[in-house]
C-alpha cells in the first residue's frame, strides 16, 4: 500500500514563502517521477513542477524562477519551495509521484495542500 503525507501548506501575504513536503512510505515500490500539480478554483488542474529520479526537472512557465522542486530519493520525499509568492498562486497542491511495482507503474496522488496567498 503506498501512501502519501503532504505538509507545508497554509496563509502567506504577497511576496512571501512557503515550503511543500510530501513523503511516500510503503514498501515494495520504486518511485520514478514525482512532482506537484495545483488547482484554483473553478480551474482545471495544471502541472506546477516535475522532477525525475535523476533529479530532471520542469516548470510551468508562469512558477519559473520562483517555484524550486527537490526530492530526497533516500526518504522517499519531494519538496517544493516556493517564493515571491502571488494571489494567483492559491490553490490546492497535489503531490504526484509515478510509482514501479513488479507488476508494473502506476501514477499516485496525494490529498493535497490549500495555499492561500492573500493580504
Known amino acids: 500500500q503506498v501512501q502519501f503525507v503532504e505538509s507545508g501548506g497554509g496563509l502567506v501575504q504577497p511576496g512571501g514563502s512557503l515550503r511543500l513536503s510530501c513523503a511516500v512510505s510503503g514498501s515494495g515500490f520504486s518511485i520514478l517521477a514525482m512532482g506537484w500539480y495545483r488547482q484554483a478554483p473553478g480551474k482545471q488542474r495544471e502541472l506546477v513542477a516535475t522532477i525525475t529520479s535523476g533529479d530532471s526537472t520542469t516548470y510551468a512557465d508562469s512558477v519559473k524562477g520562483r517555484f524550486a522542486i527537490s526530492r530526497d530519493n533516500a526518504k522517499n520525499t519531494v519538496h517544493l519551495q516556493m517564493d515571491s509568492l502571488e494571489p494567483e498562486d492559491t490553490a490546492v497542491y497535489s503531490c504526484?509521484?509515478?510509482?514501479?511495482?513488479?507488476?508494473?507503474?502506476?501514477?499516485?496522488w496525494g490529498k493535497g495542500t490549500l495555499v492561500t496567498v492573500s493580504s
Open positions: 504526484n509521484a509515478h510509482i514501479n511495482r513488479i507488476w508494473g507503474t502506476r501514477e499516485y
